[in-house]
Protein backbone atom coordinates (compact mmCIF):
# COMPACT_ATOMS: atom_id res chain seq x y z
CA UNK A 1 0.00 0.00 0.00
CA UNK A 2 1.67 3.65 -1.16
CA UNK A 3 2.52 5.87 1.90
CA UNK A 4 0.00 8.51 2.67
CA UNK A 5 1.84 11.99 1.93
CA UNK A 6 -1.16 14.16 2.96
CA UNK A 7 0.25 13.26 6.20
CA UNK A 8 3.29 15.16 6.25
CA UNK A 9 2.04 18.66 6.06
CA UNK A 10 5.08 19.73 3.93
CA UNK A 11 4.05 17.45 1.37
CA UNK A 12 0.21 19.13 1.44
CA UNK A 13 0.23 22.48 -1.24
CA UNK A 14 -0.47 21.30 -4.99
CA UNK A 15 2.65 21.07 -6.26
CA UNK A 16 4.60 19.16 -3.67
CA UNK A 17 1.81 16.61 -3.62
CA UNK A 18 2.94 16.12 -7.01
CA UNK A 19 6.52 16.41 -6.20
CA UNK A 20 7.49 14.80 -3.07
CA UNK A 21 6.03 11.12 -3.77
CA UNK A 22 9.22 10.60 -6.69
CA UNK A 23 12.31 12.01 -4.30
CA UNK A 24 12.70 9.11 -1.59
CA UNK A 25 13.27 6.79 -4.93
CA UNK A 26 15.66 9.20 -5.99
CA UNK A 27 17.46 10.16 -2.91
CA UNK A 28 17.65 6.19 -1.95
CA UNK A 29 19.40 5.96 -5.08
CA UNK A 30 22.05 8.03 -4.51
CA UNK A 31 22.47 6.99 -0.83
CA UNK A 32 23.24 3.62 -1.96
CA UNK A 33 26.35 4.96 -4.03
CA UNK A 34 27.29 6.75 -1.40
CA UNK A 35 26.83 10.78 -2.67
CA UNK A 36 24.98 13.57 -2.12
CA UNK A 37 23.00 15.29 -4.75
CA UNK A 38 22.29 18.85 -5.45
CA UNK A 39 18.78 20.78 -5.62
CA UNK A 40 19.46 21.22 -8.95
CA UNK A 41 20.36 17.78 -9.61
CA UNK A 42 16.88 16.74 -8.05
CA UNK A 43 15.30 18.86 -10.03
CA UNK A 44 16.80 17.57 -13.42
CA UNK A 45 16.76 13.94 -12.37
CA UNK A 46 12.95 14.86 -11.31
CA UNK A 47 11.88 16.10 -14.92
CA UNK A 48 13.97 13.30 -16.51
CA UNK A 49 12.24 10.45 -14.51
CA UNK A 50 8.54 11.52 -13.82
CA UNK A 51 8.37 14.91 -16.46
CA UNK A 52 7.94 17.26 -13.57
CA UNK A 53 9.18 20.53 -14.83
CA UNK A 54 11.91 22.15 -12.73
CA UNK A 55 11.14 25.17 -10.88
CA UNK A 56 13.75 28.44 -11.33
CA UNK A 57 14.04 28.96 -7.53
CA UNK A 58 15.64 25.62 -6.05
CA UNK A 59 15.08 26.91 -3.01
CA UNK A 60 11.49 25.53 -3.50
CA UNK A 61 12.52 21.95 -3.25
CA UNK A 62 13.99 22.51 0.54
CA UNK A 63 9.91 21.97 1.72
CA UNK A 64 9.42 19.01 -0.48
CA UNK A 65 12.75 17.12 0.49
CA UNK A 66 11.85 17.95 4.45
CA UNK A 67 8.39 16.16 3.81
CA UNK A 68 10.76 13.03 2.99
CA UNK A 69 12.63 13.76 6.07
CA UNK A 70 9.92 13.53 8.33
CA UNK A 71 8.12 10.85 6.88
CA UNK A 72 12.15 8.80 7.54
CA UNK A 73 11.84 9.64 11.42
CA UNK A 74 8.06 8.77 11.30
CA UNK A 75 9.16 5.60 9.92
CA UNK A 76 11.95 4.36 12.24
CA UNK A 77 9.76 5.87 15.02
CA UNK A 78 7.42 2.75 13.91
CA UNK A 79 10.35 0.57 13.24
CA UNK A 80 11.91 1.41 16.75
CA UNK A 81 15.16 2.31 15.28
CA UNK A 82 16.70 5.44 14.13
CA UNK A 83 16.95 5.65 10.36
CA UNK A 84 19.40 8.16 9.20
CA UNK A 85 18.00 11.43 7.83
CA UNK A 86 18.41 11.29 3.91
CA UNK A 87 17.13 14.49 3.45
CA UNK A 88 20.82 15.40 4.19
CA UNK A 89 22.53 13.97 1.40
CA UNK A 90 20.35 16.75 -1.01
CA UNK A 91 22.68 19.68 -0.90
CA UNK A 92 23.48 23.65 -2.00
CA UNK A 93 26.20 23.29 -5.28
CA UNK A 94 28.26 25.77 -3.62
CA UNK A 95 28.63 24.84 -0.16
CA UNK A 96 28.10 20.80 -0.55
CA UNK A 97 25.76 21.05 2.68
CA UNK A 98 22.40 21.14 2.92
CA UNK A 99 20.41 24.18 3.83
CA UNK A 100 19.85 25.20 7.11
CA UNK A 101 15.95 23.97 6.86
CA UNK A 102 17.08 20.98 6.23
CA UNK A 103 18.54 21.10 10.20
CA UNK A 104 15.12 20.98 12.19
CA UNK A 105 14.46 17.43 10.37
CA UNK A 106 18.01 16.39 11.29
CA UNK A 107 17.60 16.89 14.83
CA UNK A 108 15.73 13.63 15.90
CA UNK A 109 18.92 11.98 14.33
CA UNK A 110 21.04 13.21 17.39
CA UNK A 111 18.52 13.19 20.01
CA UNK A 112 20.43 16.07 22.03
CA UNK A 113 17.35 18.81 20.71
CA UNK A 114 19.86 20.77 18.47
CA UNK A 115 22.24 21.79 20.94
CA UNK A 116 25.00 19.86 19.05
CA UNK A 117 24.12 20.67 15.58
CA UNK A 118 24.21 24.29 16.77
CA UNK A 119 27.64 23.95 17.86
CA UNK A 120 29.40 22.45 15.35
CA UNK A 121 26.61 22.27 12.22
CA UNK A 122 28.86 21.03 9.70
CA UNK A 123 30.60 18.14 11.68
CA UNK A 124 27.02 17.10 12.88
CA UNK A 125 26.15 17.40 8.99
CA UNK A 126 29.22 15.11 7.81
CA UNK A 127 28.53 12.55 10.87
CA UNK A 128 24.81 12.22 9.60
CA UNK A 129 25.48 12.07 5.83
CA UNK A 130 28.19 9.29 6.43
CA UNK A 131 25.17 7.43 8.35
CA UNK A 132 23.34 7.56 5.19
CA UNK A 133 25.18 6.33 3.12
CA UNK A 134 26.37 3.69 5.35
CA UNK A 135 22.90 2.37 5.81
CA UNK A 136 23.45 0.93 2.52
CA UNK A 137 20.84 -1.82 1.33
CA UNK A 138 18.65 -1.73 4.32
CA UNK A 139 17.21 1.79 2.49
CA UNK A 140 15.13 -0.80 -0.12
CA UNK A 141 13.31 -1.38 3.13
CA UNK A 142 12.50 1.79 3.36
CA UNK A 143 11.58 2.46 -0.34
CA UNK A 144 9.04 -0.57 -0.34
CA UNK A 145 7.41 1.30 3.07
CA UNK A 146 6.81 4.63 1.54
CA UNK A 147 5.88 3.09 -1.99
CA UNK A 148 8.50 4.73 -3.79
CA UNK A 149 10.44 2.68 -6.70
CA UNK A 150 13.87 1.06 -5.85
CA UNK A 151 15.92 2.50 -8.81
CA UNK A 152 18.99 0.92 -10.69
CA UNK A 153 22.01 1.72 -8.26
CA UNK A 154 24.33 1.12 -11.18
CA UNK A 155 22.57 4.38 -13.39
CA UNK A 156 22.95 6.81 -10.57
CA UNK A 157 26.71 7.85 -10.62
CA UNK A 158 26.83 11.48 -11.74
CA UNK A 159 28.78 12.79 -14.65
CA UNK A 160 32.13 13.69 -12.00
CA UNK A 161 35.06 13.40 -14.56
CA UNK A 162 36.94 10.47 -15.89
CA UNK A 163 38.06 7.57 -13.34
CA UNK A 164 40.82 8.35 -11.05
CA UNK A 165 43.23 5.12 -11.14
CA UNK A 166 43.97 4.11 -7.62
CA UNK A 167 47.91 4.55 -6.50
CA UNK A 168 50.16 1.65 -6.36
CA UNK A 169 50.58 -0.24 -3.38
CA UNK A 170 54.18 -0.62 -2.14
CA UNK A 171 55.54 -3.85 -1.87
CA UNK A 172 58.16 -3.66 0.89
CA UNK A 173 57.71 -1.68 3.97
CA UNK A 174 60.48 1.34 4.24
CA UNK A 175 61.22 2.36 7.54
CA UNK A 176 60.48 6.11 8.72
CA UNK A 177 62.58 8.95 7.23
CA UNK A 178 63.77 11.46 9.28
CA UNK A 179 61.97 14.06 7.48
CA UNK A 180 58.68 12.05 8.29
CA UNK A 181 59.52 11.89 11.83
CA UNK A 182 60.45 15.85 11.74
CA UNK A 183 57.41 17.10 9.94
CA UNK A 184 54.75 14.45 12.96
CA UNK A 185 56.35 16.57 15.39
CA UNK A 186 56.11 19.94 13.94
CA UNK A 187 51.97 19.29 13.31
CA UNK A 188 51.81 18.18 16.91
CA UNK A 189 53.46 21.44 18.07
CA UNK A 190 51.55 23.82 15.85
CA UNK A 191 47.66 23.20 16.20
CA UNK A 192 47.07 27.21 15.15
CA UNK A 193 47.63 25.38 11.82
CA UNK A 194 44.37 23.44 12.43
CA UNK A 195 41.89 25.60 13.91
CA UNK A 196 39.27 25.64 11.67
CA UNK A 197 39.32 22.06 13.04
CA UNK A 198 39.09 23.23 16.62
CA UNK A 199 41.09 25.03 19.31
CA UNK A 200 43.38 22.61 20.50
CA UNK A 201 46.19 22.75 22.30
CA UNK A 202 49.85 20.83 21.52
CA UNK A 203 48.53 17.44 20.12
CA UNK A 204 50.50 14.36 20.02
CA UNK A 205 52.24 11.47 17.83
CA UNK A 206 51.08 8.21 17.31
CA UNK A 207 47.86 7.82 18.96
CA UNK A 208 46.60 4.84 18.50
CA UNK A 209 42.92 4.12 17.34
CA UNK A 210 40.56 1.46 18.42
CA UNK A 211 40.99 0.04 14.73
CA UNK A 212 44.87 -0.32 15.25
CA UNK A 213 46.49 2.16 13.32
CA UNK A 214 48.40 5.03 15.07
CA UNK A 215 48.06 7.95 13.91
CA UNK A 216 51.40 11.00 12.98
CA UNK A 217 49.47 13.35 14.94
CA UNK A 218 46.33 13.84 16.82
CA UNK A 219 44.56 16.57 18.43
CA UNK A 220 41.81 16.61 21.07
CA UNK A 221 39.65 19.32 23.15
CA UNK A 222 37.48 16.22 24.73
CA UNK A 223 34.80 17.77 22.28
CA UNK A 224 36.11 18.02 19.15
CA UNK A 225 38.64 15.74 17.88
CA UNK A 226 41.12 15.32 14.58
CA UNK A 227 43.77 13.06 13.31
CA UNK A 228 46.73 14.15 10.80
CA UNK A 229 48.27 12.23 8.21
CA UNK A 230 51.73 13.78 7.31
CA UNK A 231 53.44 12.97 4.05
CA UNK A 232 57.07 14.61 3.89
CA UNK A 233 58.61 16.44 0.90
CA UNK A 234 60.11 12.80 -0.33
CA UNK A 235 56.88 11.60 -1.08
CA UNK A 236 55.68 10.40 -3.77
CA UNK A 237 52.25 11.22 -6.14
CA UNK A 238 51.61 7.54 -5.11
CA UNK A 239 52.19 8.53 -1.80
CA UNK A 240 50.08 11.65 -1.65
CA UNK A 241 46.95 9.52 -2.85
CA UNK A 242 47.24 6.72 -0.61
CA UNK A 243 47.33 9.05 2.03
CA UNK A 244 44.05 10.16 1.25
CA UNK A 245 42.45 7.14 1.48
CA UNK A 246 44.08 6.80 5.18
CA UNK A 247 42.73 9.97 5.94
CA UNK A 248 39.36 8.49 5.16
CA UNK A 249 39.67 5.58 7.54
CA UNK A 250 40.97 7.47 9.95
CA UNK A 251 38.12 9.92 9.89
CA UNK A 252 35.67 7.42 9.80
CA UNK A 253 37.41 4.84 12.70
CA UNK A 254 37.19 8.22 14.78
CA UNK A 255 33.62 8.94 14.36
CA UNK A 256 32.79 5.22 15.26
CA UNK A 257 34.42 5.74 18.48
CA UNK A 258 32.50 8.34 19.29
CA UNK A 259 29.26 6.79 18.11
CA UNK A 260 30.39 3.81 20.18
CA UNK A 261 30.79 6.04 23.55
CA UNK A 262 27.70 7.80 22.79
CA UNK A 263 29.60 11.36 22.38
CA UNK A 264 28.90 13.53 19.18
CA UNK A 265 30.96 12.76 16.68
CA UNK A 266 32.55 16.26 16.11
CA UNK A 267 35.78 14.41 14.84
CA UNK A 268 37.65 15.12 10.97
CA UNK A 269 41.13 14.08 9.34
CA UNK A 270 43.52 16.00 7.27
CA UNK A 271 46.41 15.24 5.37
CA UNK A 272 49.75 17.44 5.53
CA UNK A 273 52.45 17.87 3.32
CA UNK A 274 54.97 20.49 2.71
CA UNK A 275 54.47 19.67 -1.03
CA UNK A 276 51.46 19.94 -2.91
CA UNK A 277 48.94 18.02 -4.36
CA UNK A 278 49.55 16.88 -8.27
CA UNK A 279 46.42 17.30 -10.74
CA UNK A 280 45.15 13.81 -9.87
CA UNK A 281 45.88 14.08 -6.17
CA UNK A 282 43.33 17.21 -6.37
CA UNK A 283 40.97 15.92 -7.95
CA UNK A 284 40.66 12.88 -5.76
CA UNK A 285 40.75 14.50 -2.94
CA UNK A 286 37.55 17.14 -4.07
CA UNK A 287 35.90 14.17 -5.06
CA UNK A 288 35.80 12.01 -1.63
CA UNK A 289 36.09 15.56 0.37
CA UNK A 290 39.21 15.25 1.61
CA UNK A 291 41.47 18.38 3.01
CA UNK A 292 44.51 18.79 2.14
CA UNK A 293 47.01 21.05 4.76
CA UNK A 294 50.44 22.44 3.16
CA UNK A 295 52.93 23.70 5.23
CA UNK A 296 56.12 25.47 5.49
CA UNK A 297 59.36 23.25 4.10
CA UNK A 298 61.16 24.25 7.49
CA UNK A 299 58.47 22.19 9.27
CA UNK A 300 60.48 19.21 8.14
CA UNK A 301 63.82 20.38 10.12
Known sequence: MAYDWNRQELARSPWRSEVVPHIPSILIQRAKIGRPITYGELAA????????EPKARKTLYGPAVGAVGFAIQE?????????????????QADTQLPGHGADEVAH??????????AANREAYIQAAMAAVFDYGPKWDRVAHALGADVLDAAHANPDEGNPIELPAIPTAYRPESATHKALKAWVAAHSEWFEDYGAFEAGVNEHRLS?????????????????????ASNASDAELMRGIYQVIKYRAVLRAECIALRKPALCDAVLVS????????????????????RVPAEAEK
Not at 77 to 88: A, D, R, S, Y
Not at 108 to 117: E, K
Not at 211 to 229: H, I, K, P, Q, W
Open 45 to 52: ELERLHGL
Open 274 to 293: TRPLGKAGRALAKRLYVDFV
Open 75 to 91: LGEQWGEKIPPLNLIVV
Open 108 to 117: YYFNDGGAGM
Open 211 to 231: SGDSLDAYFTNGRESLAVEVK
